[in-house]
């Protein structure tokens, strides 16, 4: 079982975001948040094994160092990780602290630091709050602490960034010794502040694209790339239709037939408002876990595709995707009756081939 926690509070909102948070607390509102999780837990049956938690947000880094504390103490409790579960949080460094990162270092496997560009101009397009010095006191900090596995998110084509910019952000990132990058697409998102403002240039967004894949680590996923064996083990899973429970207001979940969404809203989760409940024919969610796997490197094996919860014949998903590609371009796919993956140019138009799959 894989566990999402998503901790929905965050310093200022970033005017690119549009994942649900509440900006600048009240007080009292994260202990609020803590003691409903809690009672969550206190009623979860959890699934042997545990094999993944992912802390997201929102900004879980937020949370002061008690509050922090309490939070992995009743997860520990209730999920029972071990030595090979797979524990991830997204950290924004301008909530870093020693202390904080220490208590981090000692429970989680896994820490994502929210960086987006290492320029400060283009932090402040994106309307994220962080200032330069605190966002290089953080890389100091996180590299002496020595997770397991580091990862930092970057976003490309805001307006005004040159590919040689992007690419600077690549060699900064890479040369901090990281072992996974996730590089995201600027993408206006409706419900995101400054959404109208920020609007990509499609072809500088797909050179930047193309100079990713070129960063040093190998890009396993669309948007990700990682050193051998460092791959996001919870983003896997549920790429390829893994059971998830979600947790806290906006958490999403899969049951391995219907997927649920808590309440986008912090007041409705507390109140034990239920959750959004996403019911469609079997087929049609086969279809789906289908094309979001391909959005990965290594695609679909027959193996692999038995272990989807009520999976069809492998021989079902060759002839799918061969009337995906006599639909779209046969060169975006490379089919054979051992695997099934996109080529190059095939991630870069995955919109188009999910469409068509879908």
């Not at 947000?57 to 937020?62: D, E, K, V, Y």
């Not at 524990?87 to 496997?109: D, Q, Y």
């Not at 959004?276 to 679909?300: C, K």
């Not at 061969?322 to 190059?344: H, N, Q, V, Y």
Request: proline share 7%.
């Amino acid at each position: 079982m894989n566990y999402y926690i998503h901790v929905p509070f965050c310093r200022s909102k970033c005017g690119y975001c549009a994942f649900y948070s509440e900006a600048a607390p009240v007080p009292g509102a994260v202990d609020a948040y803590l003691d409903r999780l809690e009672f969550q837990f206190d009623r979860l049956e959890p699934a042997e094994p545990c094999e993944t938690v992912y802390f997201g947000g929102g900004t879980p880094t937020l949370l002061s160092e008690m509050q922090l504390e309490r939070l992995f103490s009743m997860t520990a409790r209730a999920l029972r990780p071990d030595s090979e579960t797979e524990i991830s949080i997204e950290a924004n460094p301008e909530t870093l602290t020693v202390p904080k990162i220490a208590l981090l270092r000692s429970f989680a496997s896994r820490i994502s630091l929210g960086v987006q560009s290492f320029d400060a101009r283009f932090r402040a397009t994106l309307g994220r709050d962080c200032e330069q010095a605190a966002l290089e006191r953080a890389i100091e900090r996180v590299a002496a602490a020595r997770f397991p596995h580091w990862s930092c998110d970057l976003i490309y084509a805001i307006p005004g960034q040159e590919p040689a910019d992007f690419e600077r952000d690549l060699a900064r990132a890479v040369a901090l010794g990281i072992d996974h990058l996730s590089c995201y697409s600027l993408t206006p998102e409706e419900g995101a502040r400054l959404a109208d403002s920020l609007i990509p240039d499609e072809d500088d967004a797909a050179r930047m694209w193309e100079l990713a894949g070129r960063c040093g680590l190998p890009r396993y996923e669309i948007s990700n790339y990682a050193a051998p064996g460092c791959e996001c083990r919870h983003n896997r899973n549920v790429w390829r239709g893994g059971l998830l429970t979600g947790l806290g207001p906006a958490a999403a979940g899969f049951d391995g037939t219907d997927r649920k969404s808590e309440p986008a809203s912090l007041a409705g989760w507390l109140r034990g408002d239920p959750p959004e409940i996403d019911a469609i024919a079997p087929a049609e969610r086969l279809n789906e876990i289908f094309a979001v796997n391909l959005r990965t490197a290594s695609g679909w094996t027959p193996e692999l595709w038995a272990k989807v919860p009520n999976a069809d014949a492998w021989d079902a998903r060759v002839a799918a995707a061969r009337r995906a590609a006599a639909e779209t371009l046969p060169e975006w796919f490379d089919i054979s009756p051992e695997r099934i993956t996109l080529s190059d140019s095939g991630l870069l138009f995955w919109n188009t081939v999910a469409e068509t799959i879908l």
